[in-house]
């Protein structure tokens, strides 16, 4: 599934929203491009959504938003909720 949501994004140019409870799922999407050439992911060192765009997260409490920012601040967050998260 994964690979199919970064495809779409990267090649077809579609906005990608990801709801999950899964960080590692976040991770890939986050960190992950398409490489039309060999018809498969590859990682994309810059954090970016394969066209530049960086990624932002947003963590949900209670359908109250919590966090909102990219991932270095999701991983330096103080919210003892957000460090449940991601820890």
């Known amino acids: 599934?994964?690979?199919?949501?970064?495809?779409l994004r990267d090649v077809q140019r579609v906005s990608a929203l990801l709801v999950?409870?899964?960080?590692?799922?976040?991770?890939?999407?986050?960190?992950?491009?398409?490489?039309p050439d060999t018809g498969r992911l590859e990682r994309d060192q810059?954090?970016?959504?394969?066209?530049?765009?960086?990624?932002?997260?947003?963590?949900?409490r209670e359908g109250a938003v919590v966090f909102e920012g990219g991932e270095r601040?999701?991983?330096?967050?103080?919210?003892s909720y957000v460090r449940?998260?991601?820890e």
């Open 1 to 7: 599934i994964m690979e199919l949501v970064v495809k």
């Open 20 to 35: 999950t409870h899964r960080l590692q799922d976040a991770h890939v999407l986050g960190h992950s491009r398409f490489n």
């Open 46 to 60: 810059a954090g970016s959504l394969g066209n530049g765009a960086p990624t932002s997260f947003l963590v949900l």
């Open 73 to 79: 601040e999701l991983f330096a967050a103080r919210d």
């Open 84 to 86: 449940k998260f991601v």
